[in-house]
């Protein structure tokens, strides 16, 4: 039997709540068991008091249990690294990767533009892979891909396997990478992080799998985010509820299969 | 100078949300330093998870920083008990205390009656003090009353002093009663657990104190709440404000001078 898993969000701001106007900070999903809810709330306090993009003064935990939903099972997309020396090599690399994958050049400009101007957007943003058009009307709050975690053992797993990538930041990344990805109806996922330290983005798609492109930005600057190229003609509501809801537990090949969070 | 303070709240219900029309299960506010965060978020986890109205499935901790705002410091009320022998007795007390602070018959009738049909309500509920009529406009929310909390030493010497009354939920209910009877626009309160398990409540006012009555209920009944028994043409949104959003530390006389929260 399936143990009962909750889910736990956060998300931080400065000045304010964000609805409130408050920049943003600080965000994280997870999934645990009720055993595991100190240690969660913890792991994303500290998270995000002690942020790169600055000092919060407003965060927000949220605690769901999971109502008997079946948890998808998915495998972590395969990880690959292009070596580049400078954002413009960068960018051009996921230009070409985003061509490769059938995205229009006006969906990749509009792509590309959104993420070098946002330095406020607490969600991803959904495109049309052929138009360019922004397809969400979430605006600032975009949206936040929730309700996906590592099945725990194969964290351990492929963490040990894949020591040089072994940190939380990859952890989270390519938890929710693997989750968009296995939507029928993502191209590919673009991103590079908000945080002013950390310059390596990626292009991801169940094609390609997760590609880590080592300069999308420069250091210090705080513009950033994921954009979500969707194909033409995508069910907007139930992509979006799929990216929100449906719990999903990414489990690596080596993982033991009776440990929690298996499911048929 | 004073150090930076934060609140931190904490609401959980069953079934959903409260917004969604789940059941309220529990719910409190601290004041604490940032390096308190973690161990303050704990302790609120722990009430939730653990409670005696039912399992909940929905918790939302929010914390926010308090900017620069003067902390009000007020003394707790002196404490006293009212033994009696069953819920009859207990309520026939509380009736001529209410009577005695000068709140009309019909108010009192209104309050009690609300009280004992109350089994959701998560926050207090506003009673003109001569009408009965219920002021807030705020449904199953009501006004839930914030930004409190002790001073640690204080809190230390007050429980050390009142060895029988050392409990978090004393050290919650007498917080809350204090900042409520500091108001000029607070007449009295009424209150008794929706806990299951307790049924000691309390009237009080900054007239005759805290006054403990040790049964107001019957165990096992979920029906609860606080009335905050107003004077007549009571500003209402000012009240609210100051329930809702005004700092208080409560610090006891011999609690050090030098301490945070002590403020002039
Ligand atoms: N779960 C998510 N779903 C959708 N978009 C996300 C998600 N997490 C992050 N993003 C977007 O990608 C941007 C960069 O991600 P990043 O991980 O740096 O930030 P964060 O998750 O908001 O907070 P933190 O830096 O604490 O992880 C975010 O600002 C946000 O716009
Ligand atoms: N801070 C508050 N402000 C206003 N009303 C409150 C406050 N705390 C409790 N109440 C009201 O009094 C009732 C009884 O209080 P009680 O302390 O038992 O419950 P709680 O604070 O909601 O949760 P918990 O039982 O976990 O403390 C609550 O259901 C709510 O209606
Ligand atoms: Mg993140
Ligand atoms: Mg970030
Ligand atoms: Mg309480
Ligand atoms: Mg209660």
Known sequence: MLNEL????????????????????????????????????????????????????????????????????????????????????????????????GISDEAITQGLNFLKQSTHQRGAIIVDSQTGKRLDHRELKGVRVSRMDWHTQSWSNWSAFYQPFASSRIREALALASKVAASPYTIAELCWSDDLDYITGYVASSATGYIRITHLKNIGEDCGGRIFFVKQHCPLDDYISYLETTPVCITYENATKHGRRTSS
Chains 1, 2 share one sequence.
């Open 6 to 101: 909750y889910s736990i969000r956060m998300r931080a701001a400065e000045g304010g709540a964000h609805e409130q106007g408050g920049r943003h900070i600080s965000g994280g999903e997870r999934l645990g068991q009720k055993e595991e809810l100190h240690k969660l709330a913890t792991e994303l306090l500290t998270k995000s008091l002690n942020h790169s993009r600055g000092d919060c003064d407003f965060i927000q935990l949220v605690i769901e249990k999971l109502q008997n939903q079946e948890i998808k099972t998915i495998s972590p997309l395969p990880v690959s690294t292009e070596h580049v020396q400078n954002v413009t090599e960068g960018r051009k690399k996921a230009v070409s990767l985003l061509s490769f994958l």
